[in-house]
């Protein structure tokens, strides 16, 4: 009998091959009805993360758009918000990125890095008519009136095509990259320099709505009305139950500014600006337990008011503190505005060099004490 020779098992296995590769094999052009509908449930993961990451990229384009026009007028305690123009600016964003992206190559950046495209009947790419119609009832798959887009996840889950409402109505499909017809040369290009010149937008647009946030000031009203500061939005009131003028602090650093005031009542009659320059730097170190840096006060300007200015250092339980006081007012009343940095340091350093290392937290604190202006205009001692 002849011998046979044992095979091993790895000798009788076998790689898959996809049924698209089988129907080319055939000779066969399926189209995208029949490939989608052999695709599993699992697809609609590579559809949910495509979705995220083109909203990510669509959200900071809306912020830089945004902030920069709503912020200047939320601040102003009269706002009332139009929303014609945020209507608009966001129907221009949303629909404009997708719309635009499908209709060039059939797939947004999210689509791109999911592997993952949006083709007619025939796996080509849409064109401008299939994407407008698909996109514009995107807008309504994401209302509330369809329960902000779980109406598209079930009809994805549920149907064999694998569409939502506006693959329905627009005859489209979402393959995966593989199983599409591959778009031009021309096509590709364009859509790659699409996605770049996007990319870039979206990271400018956030650099843009970082910096609005970081640098529009807020303004600050003093309790009596009179006058105000303006500081940047990281700040914000410290102390709601302060009972002086205004207290306010950085939300991100331990940078702080209290105002308080006199008039003749409580000074027990009137008094020079000089006078009550000398009632502060008496007083103040006393009630907060640091000491005058031993230098005298300077007179300075402060937006057209007359005023002094001296300085105060503390430390204590391992924290140093450095102040500089502003003591400024009108015929009516004085205010003086103090405003200081309060740090670990561990060091036995001087103060001196307390105050060169942070120099420019105290410069910071000078600008925004340099606002203090009355909300009535220029008045006069």
């Given at each position: 009998m002849e011998h046979i020779p044992e095979r091993s098992e790895k000798e009788f296995a076998f790689t898959p091959v996809e049924f698209t590769e089988r129907w080319k094999a055939a000779g066969e052009d399926p189209d995208a009805e029949s490939i989608v509908s052999r695709y599993s449930e699992s697809v609609y993961l590579r559809r949910l993360g495509a979705y995220l990451i083109d909203y990510l990229i669509v959200g900071m384009l809306l912020a830089g758009a945004m902030f920069p026009m709503i912020l200047p007028e939320a601040m102003q305690d009269d706002w009332a918000p139009n929303p014609l123009p945020i209507m608009g600016v966001s129907f221009a964003i949303l629909f404009g990125y997708f719309a635009i992206l499908e209709s060039i190559g059939g797939f947004t950046i999210g689509k791109w890095v999911l592997r993952i495209r949006v083709v007619r009947?025939?796996?080509?790419?849409?064109?401008?008519?299939?994407?407008?119609?698909?996109?514009?009832?995107?807008?309504?798959?994401?209302?509330?009136?369809m329960l902000c887009g779980i109406v598209s996840t079930i009809l994805i889950l549920v149907t064999r095509k694998k569409q939502r409402l506006g693959d329905m109505a627009a005859g489209t499909f979402v393959l995966k990259v593989k199983d599409a017809r591959q778009p031009s040369r021309g096509r590709l290009v364009m859509t790659y320099i699409s996605f770049v010149a996007i990319t870039a937008a979206a990271v400018i647009m956030l650099v843009i709505c970082i910096g609005t946030i970081v640098k529009e000031p807020s303004h600050y009203k003093t309790a009596d009305g009179q006058y105000e500061l303006q500081a940047p939005m990281t700040w914000s009131a410290a102390a709601d139950d302060y009972e002086g003028e205004l207290f306010i602090s950085n939300l991100l650093s331990d940078e702080l500014v209290l105002i308080g005031s006199d008039d003749e009542y409580t000074l027990d009659g009137w008094v020079t600006l000089e006078e009550y320059n000398d009632i502060i730097a008496d007083w103040l170190p006393n009630a907060l337990e640091v000491e005058l840096d031993g230098t005298a006060s300077e007179k300075i300007s402060l937006n057209g008011l007359p005023a002094y200015r001296f300085t105060m250092n503390g430390y204590g339980d391992g924290e140093r503190q450095a102040y500089n006081v502003t003591v400024t007012g009108d015929q009516n009343k004085y205010y003086f505005i103090v405003s200081w940095i309060s740090k670990t340091d561990q060091t036995n350093g001087s103060i001196g060099d307390f105050r060169t290392r942070w120099q420019g937290k105290l410069d910071h604190l000078d600008e925004i004490v340099g606002t203090f202006k009355s909300v009535r205009g220029v008045v006069s001692l």
């Open positions: 009947q025939d796996r080509s790419v849409p064109g401008v008519g299939k994407t407008l119609l698909r996109n514009l009832i995107k807008l309504l798959e994401l209302s509330l009136f």
